[in-house]
């Protein structure tokens, strides 16, 4: 199965016609490397280099500014650099080679860690690139399905304008049982998908946490990782897996954020601003690669809470606006699973149900205070559509299949 990664047309027309560079961040494994090679393909000129590579090193060491040389001067070359965060001062040294160009070359830079975080510091890359965040596979991208703007989703739901059959009830089966990532899900082998989940997190925990972070507890942090699938989609106690690690709090929390760093778990925060009675600081957690969460509910709820990140990093990213991924809870132990932000303002809460296709109860919780007109229940099974008038606004009861299908 050969796909044109989702992304590949919005850095092609965002970043080359103004010759800025294209950072592609997400998770290992994720197709970052095959994305940006389809890139090169598309150009008349270009290079590929991956920090791997000896004979790279050594040049970059050498002399930067030779990654750009040797091209006809008539022509616009593409160079990747794969994985080139884990160069020291490669920011500064980057800089200095897109500063000095003597003719326009387009650069992209890929990373399994997220690159936001090298941005601090005087040697600011800022107004030279465009950051964009890879995810995995989501269903809309399996089916080929072009990204609904904001208004397209919100008519869809109302006016039931799905074109779902039988390839997206099986694609979203192998979704929930293999994950997100190319691999284990285009081969749909469950030894397959074991093997790669194992190779993986050595290779997040050995190879890339010790790039990032020099710490020497990998096996405490092997632990950690162990302890998380079962806490997925759940309020993260950071107190409790620091009584079952026996290590301090703060440490928890440190060996949390390089993991978020690393593409390998994400936290979403409650919303609090204008709702009364609501929390303010616990995050929930999620796995990027939900296959390893045995509970059915909570991988179900997983696997919607990264489609929904995938739209909104997507419309951030590609410049339609700014959108952020909440959770709703307050005080009371209510709950709406998601809350979409548009700039800033409550746009879509989203609660998640496995089985039961009847209105939740705690929708009237938090409908009048959100001020939002529409609402938005995802069940498991198939063939839900309904529209439910409530005094608090429109609440869409609707199939995962066809609601999935028609973000990016």
Request: glycine residues 4%; aromatic residues 12%; hydrophobic residues 40%.
């Amino acid at each position: 199965m050969d796909k044109i990664r989702y992304l590949a047309s919005d850095i092609a027309e965002l970043c080359f016609p103004k010759h800025k560079m294209a950072f592609i961040s997400g998770p290992r494994q994720c197709g970052k490397t095959t994305l940006a090679k389809h890139l090169l393909a598309d150009h008349n000129e270009g290079r590929y280099y991956n920090w791997d590579e000896s004979k790279f090193r050594r040049l970059w060491a050498k002399d930067p500014s030779q990654i750009s040389e040797g091209f006809p001067t008539n022509t616009t070359p593409l160079i990747v650099l794969d994985e080139i965060h884990k160069a020291k001062s490669w920011k500064r040294n980057l800089k200095g080679v897109y500063d000095t160009l003597t003719h326009a070359v387009d650069i992209i830079v890929t990373g399994s860690a997220r690159l936001d975080i090298y941005r601090k510091g005087s040697d600011s890359l800022q107004g030279r690139y465009y950051g964009f965040r890879l995810h995995p596979f989501s269903l809309a991208e399996l089916l080929m399905q072009k990204c609904n703007t904001p208004e397209a989703v919100l008519d869809n739901l109302l006016n039931h304008n799905f074109h779902v059959n039988m390839e997206a009830t099986k694609y979203l089966q192998l979704l929930d049982k293999f994950g997100p990532f190319p691999e284990p899900l285009l081969t749909a082998d469950a030894r397959t998908l074991n093997l790669w989940r194992h190779t993986r997190i050595t290779k997040i925990i050995r190879e890339d946490l010790r790039d990032l972070s020099r710490l020497p507890e990998l096996s405490m942090i092997e632990m950690l990782i162990a302890l998380l699938p079962e806490r997925a989609a759940n309020v993260l106690s950071i107190q409790s897996l620091s009584e079952d690690l026996e290590v301090a709090y703060t440490t928890v929390k440190r060996w949390l954020n390089y993991l978020y760093q690393l593409y390998y778990a994400f936290k979403l925060p409650p919303y609090s601003k204008s709702l009364s009675r609501a929390l303010k600081k616990e995050s929930k957690l999620y796995l990027w690669d939900w296959s390893e969460i045995e509970d059915e509910g909570r991988r179900f709820e997983n696997l919607i809470a990264s489609h929904l990140l995938k739209y909104c990093h997507y419309l951030t990213d590609t410049g339609i606006g700014d959108f952020q991924l909440y959770y709703l809870r307050n005080r009371q132990k209510q709950e709406i699973d998601f809350l979409v932000v548009k700039d800033k303002k409550p746009w879509l809460p989203i609660e998640v149900k496995l089985h039961d296709d009847t209105l939740a109860s705690n929708w009237s919780a938090f409908m009048r205070q959100l001020n939002c007109p529409y609402g938005v229940q995802v069940v498991k099974q198939d063939n839900v559509h309904q529209v439910v008038d409530t005094n608090f606004g429109k609440i869409v009861i609707i199939s995962a299949a066809q609601f999935l299908s028609g973000l990016v």
